[in-house]
């Protein structure tokens, strides 16, 4: 009997120290959290303490299925564990990549990369690396910021295996700096059937979501915006490169984003102030590999995704531009607030084949694209001319941003005169006026490819009279 009570309690014991484990300290060294890991087996939680941070000198691999890195008590505040990247020429602090890794959990953590003023790590992964051929992951509720490295949460394609990661709830960024390829991604993802919903990326540099194929995924509700930094890409359709066939954007849908350009830091005039540091977003959503890569990519096209419900606001040098794409739905995307167009060629502008159209609100090529659907919604905004134009839309990251002096940034956002747009609602009986697009609205297209283009680009409505950057202007 006093064996079987004593296996009992051991039992008892050794469950309740399972249940009710104390987080592990940050004393442990990354051999030892690799350990647990690797004795926990599956569905281990590797609980970490609040408020703690833990130096990582090798990258932290998963070993198991279902396993989890979190904090205790799941805050979602900055008493979140934080992974640090302390090692040497490392540019990743975890990895859960390994065929077998399905449903591996990153939630509730920061993970600083820890480059500082360093240039970018070339030789190394994104920050977080998940995906590869696995199955039903989940990051959420992490601050990623500072990678050495390309990308701030790069969730890979594995042997084109990946299926079902959900990204969500994430608080993303500073991600790269703006000096020429030292730039890193927010969201870089390359798996197929993946959930990208609700994430803030605020200050990534590269793209900022950028979806690398990634067929039958679905990119909603995220916010991407600029304080402080230049952001080349909003969101990205641009890589043909790894999915196949090349440019497989196959039923993916990316829509009711939120992308906010840079605004006004200082005041200027009645309508355009200055921004402390320069800071815009020069493609808000690009599709198509040649708006990014000029003609290197040569003829391949980005196919088969929709984007629709998009709203845009703030400082770009191009709100949405298309160029070498295929069958994609473009509907109900929108500008509201105040925006402007703003960005002057850059010397590399003129250094590739083609000359770019400047900045304007939606840059569209018929030249190089075949079936695609354009459907304008009634954007909110005055002043500009937001209808689709028809031009070059070839290397747009050429453009080079104002000086922080120029009146180029609209107000809004929180910045200088903010409460000007903050009346959104107020719109609503303002007299519109149609504008129509015009060659591009029945869309002939001078290309030479079979298939005629279906450009069905109807009036677009602009709200005159309300534009909201008139109030409180007095
Ligand atoms: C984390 O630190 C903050 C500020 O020092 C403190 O208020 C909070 O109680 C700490 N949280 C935990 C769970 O220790
Ligand atoms: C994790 O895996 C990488 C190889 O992908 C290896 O370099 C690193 O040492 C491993 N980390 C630990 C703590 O063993
Ligand atoms: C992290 O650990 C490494 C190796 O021990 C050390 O060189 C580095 O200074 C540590 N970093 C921080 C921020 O503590
Ligand atoms: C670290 O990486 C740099 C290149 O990024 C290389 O020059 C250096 O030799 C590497 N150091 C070590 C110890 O591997
Ligand atoms: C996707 O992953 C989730 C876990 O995050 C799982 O519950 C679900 O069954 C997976 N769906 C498919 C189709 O594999
Ligand atoms: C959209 O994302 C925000 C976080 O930015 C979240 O607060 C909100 O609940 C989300 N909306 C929906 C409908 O999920
Ligand atoms: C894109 O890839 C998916 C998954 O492999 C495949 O089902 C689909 O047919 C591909 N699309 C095209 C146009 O080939
Ligand atoms: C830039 O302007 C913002 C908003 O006014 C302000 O919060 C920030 O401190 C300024 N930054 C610098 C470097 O002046
Ligand atoms: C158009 O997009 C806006 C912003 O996302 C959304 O509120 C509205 O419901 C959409 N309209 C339609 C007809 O889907
Ligand atoms: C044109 O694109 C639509 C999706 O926008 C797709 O359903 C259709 O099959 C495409 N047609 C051709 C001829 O490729
Ligand atoms: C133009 O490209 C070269 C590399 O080809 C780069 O060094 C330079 O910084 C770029 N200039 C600008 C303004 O982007
Ligand atoms: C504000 O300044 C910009 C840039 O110089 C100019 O284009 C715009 O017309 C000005 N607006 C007003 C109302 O003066």
Redesign the pocket.
């Given at each position: 009997m006093s064996h079987m009570y004593l296996s009992k309690l051991f039992y008892i014991l050794s469950v309740t120290s399972a249940v009710y484990a104390a987080c592990i300290p940050d004393t442990t060294s990354t051999d030892d959290l690799q350990s647990l890991f690797q004795k926990g087996g599956v569905n281990y939680i590797l609980s970490l303490c609040p408020n703690q941070t833990y130096?990582l000198?090798q990258i932290l691999n998963y070993t198991a299925a279902g396993q989890e890195i979190s904090t205790e008590g799941y805050p979602t505040d900055v008493s979140r564990a934080t992974l640090?990247v302390?090692?040497f020429n490392i540019s990743t602090a975890v990895q859960a990549q390994n065929n077998g890794l399905d449903g591996c959990k990153l939630r509730n953590v920061q993970v600083n990369g820890?480059r500082g003023d360093d240039p970018i790590y070339q030789g190394g992964g994104g920050l977080i690396e998940f995906g590869g051929d696995t199955n039903g992951q989940l990051v959420e509720y992490v601050h990623s910021f500072d990678p050495r490295g390309w990308s701030c949460l790069h969730i890979a394609e594995g042997p084109f295996t990946c299926t079902n990661v959900t990204i969500q709830n994430n608080d993303i960024g500073p991600c790269g700096s703006e000096f020429f390829q030292m730039w890193s991604d927010g969201i870089s993802l390359s798996c197929q059937w993946s959930l990208v919903q609700n994430n803030v990326i605020t200050d990534a540099t590269d793209g900022g979501i950028v979806v690398f194929g990634a067929p039958f995924s679905t990119i909603r509700n995220n916010t991407i915006r600029v304080k402080t930094k230049t952001l080349l890409g909003g969101i990205n359709m641009v890589d043909v490169l790894p999915w196949r066939p090349p440019g497989n954007y196959s039923g993916v849908h990316v829509t009711d984003n939120s992308i906010h350009g840079g605004f006004a830091t200082g005041y200027g005039n009645a309508t355009l102030g200055t921004n402390n540091a320069s800071s815009v977003i020069k493609i808000g959503i690009a599709v198509g590999p040649r708006t990014w890569f000029d003609d290197q990519f040569g003829n391949n096209v980005s196919t088969g995704g929709v984007i629709e419900n998009n709203v845009l606001q703030g400082a770009f040098s191009f709100g949405i531009a298309v160029s070498s794409a295929k069958s994609f739905t473009l509907q109900n995307n929108t500008f509201i607030n105040n925006i402007s167009f703003v960005g002057s060629y850059g010397v590399n502008c003129t250094t590739g084949a083609s000359t770019p159209h400047p900045p304007t609100a939606l840059l569209f090529d018929p030249s190089n694209t075949e079936n695609i659907t354009i459907i304008p919604g009634s954007s909110t905004t005055s002043g500009d001319n937001l209808d689709f134009v028809n031009g070059k839309a070839e290397g747009l990251t050429c453009f080079v941003h104002p000086p922080t002096d120029e009146f180029a940034w609209p107000y809004g956002d929180g910045g200088v005169n903010a409460g000007a747009t903050e009346t959104t609602g107020g719109g609503s009986t303002g007299s519109t006026s149609g504008k129509c697009t015009g060659p591009s609205s029945t869309g002939t297209q001078s290309g030479s490819t079979s298939i005629g283009p279906n450009i069905v680009s109807t009036c677009l409505v602009v709200m005159i009279g309300m534009g909201m950057m008139w109030f409180g202007m007095i």
């Open positions: 130096n000198t640090l302390g090692g820890n």
